[in-house]
Every structure is written in C-alpha cells, then in structure tokens.
C-alpha cells in the first residue's frame, strides 16, 4: 500500500475517530491528487462514504494493524470459530496481544473476501490462518512481531 493511504487510514487512529467528515478533505479544485486517493480507498474497501463522512473499513484498519493486533473474523455459529477463539486466546494473553473478534458478516467487504473461510487470523496485516488454527504458528508469529 502506498504510504500516502497509509497515512489517510492511520489518521482515525490518531484523531481517536471512527469517521471523518467529508467536508474536511480538500474539495476537487484543491487537490485532485487527494480525490483520486480518496476514490481509490473507496474503490479498494478500506473506506466507505456515509452521508457526508468518510468511514475507515475493517479492511482498512487490518491494513494498518499494530504488529501485536490480532483479528479473528469469525460468524456467530461457526464451531471451527469457537474452536479458534479458544486456542487463540491464551497466545494472546501470553504475548500481551490485542485480540478483536470480527464478525465476517458485519461488513461487506468482509463478507466478499473471507466470508467462505471463516475462521481467519491477522496479525497485523498479515494473515496467519484461516480455517484451522496451528497453535504452534501462531505462537511463532507472535514471537517474531514482540
């Protein structure tokens, strides 16, 4: 990812923000440079337009996840879910991890992508497993990002 977007998706982050209105990114005569990011973060998932704001995605955050952040996308249900939520949180624990638990259905996007192959581990922005978990990996993973 270009470090221009980067930058634009880290900004919720550090605003402390889930939106941002759309009045506050330089309007077409300032900085076409800036709508074409701005089209091309829409077009990619990572951004959403909500009457008048812009929302980061949670492909967007996943694209800018700290390096001990770990995402399970999981579905209400889903028995191989419940099983990798079980051998993913002691990891977590263990390594002072964050876990957030996502469900694949809560976003389009999401749903497009992974929806078929729940459960899926990030960590960071990098997927460590989908399906079934190894134990074993994921606490390498988690090794190497401390």
Do not use: K, W
């Amino acid at each position: 990812m270009e470090e221009t977007s980067r930058r634009v998706l880290e900004t919720f982050d550090r605003l402390g923000l889930t939106r941002l209105r759309a009045a506050d990114f330089p309007s077409p005569e300032h900085s076409a440079a800036a709508q074409a990011l701005l089209a091309e973060l829409l077009t990619s998932g990572h951004l959403r337009q909500v009457q008048g704001f812009y929302e980061r995605t949670e492909i967007g955050r996943l694209e800018v996840a700290a390096p001990l952040e770990m995402t399970l996308l999981t579905r209400p249900g889903c028995h191989l879910c419940q099983e990798a939520l079980r051998q993913i949180e002691p990891l977590v624990t263990r390594f002072g991890a964050l876990l957030r638990v996502i469900n694949v259905d809560s976003d389009h996007t999401l749903r497009d992508r992974y929806g078929d192959d729940v459960p899926v581990v990030f960590l960071g922005n990098r997927e460590v497993a989908r399906h079934r978990i190894d134990p074993g990996r994921v606490r390498l993973e988690l090794s190497r990002a401390r």
